[in-house]
């Protein structure tokens, strides 16, 4: 709770306040302290993207049907295929780590000696792809130009379906662009805030997806802040049409 409330008085808000005063107070920090206007602060965005993540994140926890995610398999089979994952990997575990598989202590030490562990950066401290990032949000925009919402889901799902597939990090950033550029070129109604660019199911697709190359949540969230001031940085540059936003608002 402690987190959530400095979450919100990142923002400037009260811990409760509605989903109104949180769209409206974070566009208008994000805006006020982008790192492309002048007297900018790249630390402060990433701090209010990182609070602002985290309330929607909590809201989502309270309303878990508010998750809106591509469709893998009907709910019941995703969750029975789960529970025998986690059943499997459990057993793997305890045959490696305490079972008849495990090295005896002298083995262990003979192998530690022969091959000493090196600390390594996690692999979301790498550099983004800007190439990648950049190309992605220039096509996000042509399909968003469009009005063709059938094609921004479209080019998501295949994104993330590629993402799962093969996990790396170009792929990750490519999805993860595509997906805040098209939250930002739509300026989403957060009373209406559902579907599959919502902030929520967004969120969870981009995290799924990240999770698969690494385990340290503050490293992931590090690089997703990174992806959208990049892309915000990216949508800022280029020349929109008169009467944005180019996409119709979900009503």
């Known amino acids: 709770m402690a987190a959530d409330a400095s979450a919100y008085a990142t923002l400037g808000l009260e811990p409760g306040a509605d989903p109104v005063a949180i769209e409206q107070a974070y566009k208008r920090l994000i805006k006020e302290h982008h790192p492309d206007r002048a007297g900018g602060d790249s630390g402060r965005a990433a701090e209010i993207n990182r609070a602002y993540r985290e309330i929607r994140a909590h809201q989502a ?15 019941t089979e995703r969750a029975w295929l789960a529970i025998a994952i986690l059943l499997l990997l459990s057993g793997i575990g305890f045959l490696v780590t305490g079972g008849p598989l495990m090295p005896d202590t002298e083995t262990r030490a003979s192998i530690a000696k022969s091959h000493p562990q090196k600390a390594s950066p996690d692999l979301m401290d790498r550099a983004l792809d800007f190439a990648v990032i950049d190309e992605t949000v220039e096509n996000a925009l042509r399909i968003a130009r469009s009005r063709d919402e059938m094609a ?10 590629l993402l799962r597939t093969s996990p790396n990090l170009s792929q990750l950033d490519r999805c993860a662009a595509f997906d805040d550029a098209v939250v930002e070129l739509q300026d989403r109604d957060p009373l209406r805030d559902q579907g599959p660019f919502s902030e929520i199911a967004v969120t969870g697709r981009v995290w ?3 999770t698969a190359l690494s385990d340290d949540s503050v490293a992931i969230d590090g690089r997703l ?3 959208r001031l990049r892309v915000q940085m990216k949508l800022a540059g280029m020349a929109q049409p008169a009467g944005s936003p180019v996409v119709p608002r979900n009503r």
């Open 61 to 75: 926890s309270r309303n878990p049907l508010d998750l809106h995610d591509w469709p893998l398999a009907p709910r």
């Open 225 to 227: 802040d990174r992806i």
């Open 208 to 210: 799924a997806g990240a």
């Open 152 to 161: 921004l889901a479209s080019a998501s799902r295949d994104c993330h379906h």
